[in-house]
């Protein structure tokens, strides 16, 4: 359809959400009342909700049909063993253990792979991901190649892992304190980069050679197989089922977020082929998350993942869903504002050290931007710079910063149309003109863990 200039919406809608915008008045003293953090303003608030693409989709019309026959026999349900078999298609792997939402598999796995000094490798982990390793005394090491972090390189594939890196770490290491391997698909914390078929073939090459597992953290692993399909040679006629089944293959098993690419509000899973610790991931199940043919969810929910996960891998969907990315991406760079390139499969990511240059890195333009956002516009996004993964080195004293300092404008799955984009853009080019008065921010309370959910900021006069 070459006369397409634009993601036209491969649906029609059947249910609709009201939203408002609120009066800048509102928005300022609401800004007030949370702390300057947008985590904590009621979503109601929100005109536009880019906060994140996790739990977020609108279900379809088939999704919802398939919760009224969920099964919710306690154990034995039918629905499980839909979703098993839906799961097995995909992935491939012999056991599906469902659990409520992507970290709760990956506590599950990690409580039973992670030991005081022991490491996992990831191209880079996700927050929760290395909390979950961490807080079992792990250390999470990442080993993405350099170009994750340049947000100019034209390289495609940047979620890939540095294979070298990664064979020197386990040659050091050794397999004994290395208990797996796990590669992010796509790679979320830089810039929701795919990661290419051959870099799995060769991260899955070096895991055989020292005999150490390859997990994926497959939340995204639709958007990554479309990227494949688009970018890499000699998969332009194969379905993104294919690819996805390819990928899977050179790995022993995968924790996922449903909430991604499987189009649900909530769910999570982990699949893998080992019998034995797929023994003690349900002994453990058991004991926080409900019995193994639940696993924390409602039979409803075990269809509706079963059900979105075919609807995920549709192409016409992700020919859309990567589309109204890359749309965006394109009207923002039109508009002057930089943002990492390529686009990534979720989210646009700006580059908010580059848009606000005027302010220090101790002063988090990304939290910055976030706040001039909803205060321009009702708009909430993410930051992931300087308040998500910034620290104060222990025995400097200093603070160090992350290498990217990014406000992700992360897109739910069919959720807003093309005219959304727009308004957004336009909102982006109102705080253009007035980038220089944008003010900085100083944290005022902080949690231990995961910081950036509860941290209360004061604005830099
Ligand atoms: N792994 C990745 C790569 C993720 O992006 C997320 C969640 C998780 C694991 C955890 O899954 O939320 O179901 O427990 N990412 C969301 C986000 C929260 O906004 O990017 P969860």
Redesign the pocket.
């Known amino acids: 359809m070459s006369f397409k200039k634009f993601p036209v919406e491969p649906f029609k809608i059947k249910a609709v959400e009201k939203i408002k915008l609120t009066t800048p008045e509102e928005r300022e003293e609401l800004l007030r009342q949370v702390g300057y953090n947008v985590f904590a303003l009621p979503a109601e608030k929100v005109f536009i909700d880019l906060?994140?693409?996790?739990?977020t989709a609108a279900m379809s019309d088939r999704q919802w049909s398939r919760m009224i026959i969920g099964d919710e026999a306690y154990s034995g349900s039918q629905s499980f063993f839909h979703f098993e078999k839906v799961i097995r298609q995909i992935f491939g792997y012999k056991h599906v253990i469902p659990a409520h939402?992507?970290?709760?598999a990956?506590r599950l796995l990690f409580e039973a792979l992670v030991k005081e000094g022991t490491y996992i490798a990831n191209n880079i982990h996700?927050d929760?991901?290395r909390a979950n390793v961490e807080i079992r005394r792990g250390v999470a090491v990442d080993l993405s190649w350099d170009e994750a972090y340049d947000p100019d390189s034209p390289e495609l594939f940047k979620g890939n892992m540095d294979v070298n890196r990664l064979d020197n770490f386990l040659r050091e290491k050794g397999r004994e304190r290395v208990p797996c391997v796990m590669i992010?698909v796509t790679n979320?914390?830089a810039g929701g980069q795919p990661v290419s078929m051959a870099n799995i073939k060769a991260v899955s090459q070096v895991c055989r050679k020292y005999k150490v597992p390859l997990y994926f953290?497959a939340?995204?692993f639709a958007e990554n197989a479309y990227f494949i399909r688009q970018w890499e040679p000699g998969y332009q006629s194969k379905s993104v089922l294919e690819i996805a089944q390819e990928m899977f293959s050179y790995g022993d098993g995968a924790?996922m977020?449903?909430?991604?690419d499987a189009l649900v509000n909530i769910g999570?899973f982990v699949t893998l082929n080992d019998d034995s610790l797929a023994e003690e991931l349900k002994n453990l199940l058991i004991i926080s998350e409900g019995f193994p043919t639940y696993g924390g969810l409602a039979g409803r929910d075990l269809e509706a993942i079963a059900q979105g996960l075919m609807e995920g891998v549709d192409e016409d969907y992700l020919e859309y869903r990567v589309g109204q990315v890359n749309y965006l991406a394109q009207l923002l760079t039109d508009a002057g504002i930089p943002v990492y390139k390529p686009p990534g499969g979720h989210a646009v990511y700006v580059l908010a050290d580059r848009f606000l240059a005027h302010l220090p890195r101790e002063q988090y333009p990304a939290w910055a931007l976030s706040v001039a956002l909803y205060r321009e516009a009702g708009i909430r996004a993410?930051e992931i710079g300087g308040v998500m993964f910034g620290y104060r080195d222990q025995q400097t004293g200093k603070m160090v910063f992350p290498r990217l300092e990014l406000l992700r404008l992360?897109i739910p799955r069919r959720v807003y149309t093309l005219s959304h984009l727009h308004y957004i853009a336009e909102a982006f080019a109102c705080l253009a003109q007035k980038r220089e008065t944008i003010k900085g921010f100083r944290i005022v309370y902080q949690a231990p863990y995961l910081r950036h959910f509860t941290a209360k900021m004061e604005e830099v006069s």
């Open positions: 906060l994140t693409d996790s739990g939402q992507g970290r709760a990956e996700f929760t991901t992010t979320n914390s953290d939340c995204r924790t977020s449903a909430k991604k999570g993410c992360a």
